[in-house]
């Protein structure tokens, strides 16, 4: 699979809501503690039938050239071998962020 080609599947914790959605290209950025989503993709169907919950992400990521993910949110990233549905769903069962930051007072201040 050529680097161009890499489709990246991102799944994380949003306001009580677990987001999935695909990227070309993810880093570790230059925010401290965010992951870095550039070119987010959308599946250019010319189907009839339209999923409503990829629209609303659509449309939520309108205009967005890149998207800085919090670390503590990040839940999974995989690389895929093809895009598929982008996706919001509950939160059901314990998606709980990590309690600590590693960032934390009296680390790295030295």
């Not at 870095?36 to 993709?41: G, I």
């Not at 690389?79 to 009296?106: C, L, M, R």
């Given at each position: 699979?050529?680097?161009?080609?890499?489709?990246?599947?991102?799944?994380f914790h949003n306001q009580s809501k677990?987001?999935?959605?695909?990227?070309?290209?993810?880093?570790?950025?230059?925010?401290?503690?965010?992951?870095?989503?550039?070119?987010?993709?959308?599946?250019?169907?010319?189907?009839?039938?339209?999923?409503?919950?990829?629209?609303?992400?659509?449309?939520?990521?309108?205009?967005?050239?890149r998207t800085y993910v919090p670390m503590?949110?990040?839940?999974?990233?995989?690389?895929?071998?093809?895009?598929?549905?982008?996706?919001?769903?509950?939160a059901d069962g314990n998606v709980t962020?990590?309690?600590?930051?590693?960032?934390?007072?009296?680390?790295?201040?030295?």
């Amino acid at each position: 699979m050529a680097s161009s080609e890499r489709i990246y599947r991102v799944i994380f914790h949003n306001q009580s809501k677990i987001y999935e959605i695909y990227a070309r290209n993810i880093s570790d950025g230059g925010l401290l503690g965010f992951v870095e989503v550039e070119e987010l993709t959308f599946g250019e169907r010319t189907q009839v039938v339209v999923d409503p919950a990829e629209e609303k992400l659509k449309n939520e990521f309108e205009g967005v050239k890149r998207t800085y993910v919090p670390m503590h949110s990040i839940v999974r990233v995989d690389e895929v071998e093809k895009e598929g549905a982008p996706k919001i769903s509950d939160a059901d069962g314990n998606v709980t962020p990590f309690p600590t930051s590693v960032y934390g007072p009296g680390r790295g201040t030295d």
